[in-house]
């Protein structure tokens, strides 16, 4: 008699490969935290990046996109305030 193998649903797969694409924790923390092993974590998110999941791949890319253009706005609105705080720093010596 030998051992059954574990499947996982789809949604599971998601799931998991999600969570390693976001990369706060590590491979090993996820495959840990479900009880599986890291190279399917690995597998999982190379299929979901190559179109296994197309429908959350451009969900996730577009969110990517989102995050990405607040960081740059955030970034010229802080170097905005520097230049402005330089400036007010110069005229409160005069």
Do not use: C, H, P
């Not at 649903?9 to 090993?28: G, Q, W, Y």
């Not at 009880?35 to 190559?50: A, E, P, T």
């Not at 890319?61 to 230049?83: D, H, N, P, V």
């Amino acid at each position: 008699m030998g051992r059954n193998r574990k499947t996982f649903t789809d949604s599971f797969k998601k799931e998991v490969a999600l969570e390693a694409l976001k990369e706060r924790i590590t491979v090993n923390e996820i495959a840990t935290k479900y009880g599986i092993s890291g190279s399917m974590v690995s597998n999982w998110k190379k299929q979901f990046l190559s179109g296994g999941f197309s429908k959350e791949v451009k969900q996730l890319k577009k969110e990517l996109a989102e995050a990405q253009r607040r960081i740059e706005e955030t970034y010229q609105e802080l170097g905005k305030t520097k230049m402005e705080n330089e400036i007010l720093k110069k005229k409160a010596n005069l």
